[in-house]
């Protein structure tokens, strides 16, 4: 058997960061290592990341920011293998990179040289990567060291160990499908529903009109139940897009409102003191100092206070700098798969042992990266969530 060209210790669906990471640990540990992938290129998550430089880790990781099921989940593997773990991956091989806001770190020059770093570690290790080949079959055998028999192309497989590094299907476009999830069900592992995540969230109703702001952004704070994120909002032609955005979308759930602080950085008395400082001022006037002037008028507009402040009462100015401080929207939907950066959701962590990431039903079944029910913020978490327990895996197998 140790002969049989088209038998391996481990097999790896997916050629993605989590897939390309866990094969290239259990290659250099000296696993015969197959990654099998339908598109014809690795990583191109990676390769459209962070405007093409590929926001690569975030130094900030911590289990606190990251969403699951099980918010204990991903300690075990996020604390094996940390953010400096990947720097110093990445300064081994000479590639540069700056920090740029919260920690974020991205490629001095282009996130291809994260992918052919991956591509270079899995494959001088010995792992075989088969690129543009559909997987037709998935069998569990349980026969000895032979435990899963994958059918691809022309060919047909078996090895010991199975890991499912398939992603999420946000994205389609690219190649992203569901394919973890029809392989969870086929081996009865649960699933927690799959929804899109750090996406835009689109308007209707009444608030269709502040689609007319489309290309206005500012800095927000934006809420939705307890969580809170502080950063740019972006009004968009279908409602709203930008960090904050995007960020608080992961935890926005159909039917809540998400409110805005158009003036996080002003005191609640803000207004009362422009009117004692400068009563000649129209409240439009006192938004402009502030806010883009589009996004000033559309929401002095809405406030419905005229004329100079000074003829306006307190007891209206202040009530005016609440609105503007939890402005309610009331998104009717998000865009979807379509344009989700994240899949959050996935295969429930329940059914992994968090260390290796192994089913705990099926042995030598493993799930690991965005497939699986952990999702991390926008700024370099997804991807260290990817390194980290696909090295966990790739530790395992
Ligand atoms: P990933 O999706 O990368 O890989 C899965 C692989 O499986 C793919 O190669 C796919 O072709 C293959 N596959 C799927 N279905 C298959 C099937 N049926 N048969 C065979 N193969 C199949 N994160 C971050 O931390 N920083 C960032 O800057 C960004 N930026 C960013 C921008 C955009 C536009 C998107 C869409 C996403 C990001 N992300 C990000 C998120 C990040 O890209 C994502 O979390 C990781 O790529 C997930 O890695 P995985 O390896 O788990 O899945």
Redesign the pocket.
């Known amino acids: 058997m140790a002969d049989d060209p088209n038998h391996y210790d481990a097999i790896i ?8 990471m866990c094969a290239g640990v259990a290659a250099r540990r000296g696993r015969r290592t197959l990654v ?4 014809d290129a ?5 390769l ?3 405007g093409g430089r ?5 130094v900030h990781t911590a289990p606190d920011r990251f969403l699951s099921q099980n918010p204990h989940f991903a300690k075990s593997a996020l604390s094996r293998y940390a953010p400096q773990d990947f720097i110093d991956l990445v300064d081994g091989y000479g590639i540069a990179w700056h920090e740029k806001t919260l920690g974020q770190l ?1 490629c001095d020059g282009s996130a291809r040289q994260i992918v052919d770093m991956l591509m270079t570690a899995a494959t001088d290790a010995g792992a075989e990567i088969a690129l543009g ?3 037709r079959d998935v069998t569990h055998i349980d026969d000895g060291d032979r435990r899963f028999r994958v059918a691809f192309g022309l060919r047909t497989v078996t090895a010991a160990s199975l890991v499912i ?4 299907p ?2 389609p476009k ?4 569901g ?2 999830y029809d392989l969870a069900r086929q081996f009865r592992l649960k699933i927690v529903e799959p929804r899109p995540a ?1 996406v835009p969230l689109t308007l209707g109703g009444r608030e269709v009109l502040f689609r007319e702001l489309s290309g206005v952004s500012a800095e927000v704070t934006a809420s939705c139940g307890k969580t809170s994120f502080r950063e740019a909002a972006l009004f968009t032609h279908r409602g709203l897009s930008g960090p904050a955005i995007l960020q608080i979308s992961s935890y926005w759930r159909s039917g809540q409102s998400v409110a805005i602080d158009f003036l996080p950085a002003a005191n609640d008395d803000w207004l009362i003191e422009e009117k004692r400082a400068r009563p000649r001022v129209g409240i439009r006037n006192a938004l402009a100092a502030r806010l883009p002037d589009r996004l000033a008028a559309t929401l002095a507009d809405r406030i419905g206070i005229d004329g100079e402040l000074a003829n306006v009462p307190d007891r209206k100015l202040s009530g005016a700098a609440t609105r503007l401080s939890r402005w309610e929207f009331s998104p009717n939907g998000s865009e979807g798969f379509a344009k ?3 899949t959050a959701g996935g295969i429930d962590t329940k059914e992994l042992s968090s260390k290796p990431m192994e089913s705990r039903r099926v042995p030598g079944l493993y799930a ?4 699986v029910d952990v999702t ?1 913020w ?9 390194w980290a327990s ?1 090295v966990a895996a790739g530790e395992a197998l």
Do not use: R
């Not at 590929?54 to 975030?58: D, L, S, V, Y």
């Not at 690991?368 to 497939?371: C, H, K, S, T, V």
């Open positions: 669906l997916g050629a993605g960061g989590a897939g390309l099998i992938d339908h598109a690795p990583g191109k998550k990676i459209i990341s962070g590929c926001n690569f880790t975030n991205f080949k559909s997987i590094a398939t992603g999420g946000s994205i690219i190649g992203a499908t394919f973890a750090l989700a950066e994240v690991i990266g965005e497939a991390g926008l700024g370099g978490y997804n991807f260290q969530w990817a696909g």
